[in-house]
């Protein structure tokens, strides 16, 4: 079998702030895809080409889309989810189109289009269904981190993840 890119999952934490005299979740968490495509060197060796990588961040509607899809359907179904975000930053346009084009097909097809200035690069991963299952049991997982919900039960870490961010706007101001 030969891969053609490596791909990454990896939750990130909402953000905590103080407010007033209490402390808040400032900013919600995300799921991160990271797509890294393999390409040959000059010995026609397979190596990771870190230029070309493209991020997804899943947000919390993106991961409600991922988690309806409805795992009965994956396997007798052509079915074909769509998540679009902008990112302001550098002007550009991030598509995710997660499906299955042939019912009797025995994976589901992640695409991951980055249109920049009209120009567009893809992405296309094949995972089976086992695999697919696994992403959305990591999204079920880590809903509750993304959200700020471990905080429920342990404040400390709130404040631990305030405090920090506070340390953070303090240090940027003074230059070290």
Request: net charge neutral.
């Amino acid at each position: 079998v030969r891969c053609v890119q490596e791909t990454g999952i990896q939750p990130i934490k909402g953000k905590y702030a103080h407010k007033n005299d209490y402390i808040t979740l400032a900013k919600n968490g995300c799921m991160l895809f990271e797509f890294i495509p393999y390409q040959r060197d000059k010995e026609n060796q397979s190596i990771l080409n870190w230029q070309s990588k493209e991020s997804y961040a899943l947000n919390l509607s993106h991961i409600g889309e991922l988690l309806t899809i409805d795992t009965q359907m994956l396997k007798s179904q052509a079915f074909k989810k769509v998540m679009i975000y902008q990112q302001k930053l550098k002007s550009q346009e991030k598509k995710l189109t997660i499906g299955k084009e042939q019912p009797n097909q025995d994976s589901v097809e992640f695409l991951l289009q980055t249109t920049v200035a009209s120009q567009v690069t893809t992405h296309n991963i094949s995972v089976s269904f086992g695999d697919f299952i696994v992403i959305q049991e990591l999204c079920k997982f880590t809903l509750p981190h993304i959200i700020g919900w471990q905080a429920l039960l342990s404040p400390k870490l709130a404040e631990e993840d305030a405090n920090t961010e506070l340390m953070d706007q303090y240090l940027s101001l003074i230059h070290i």
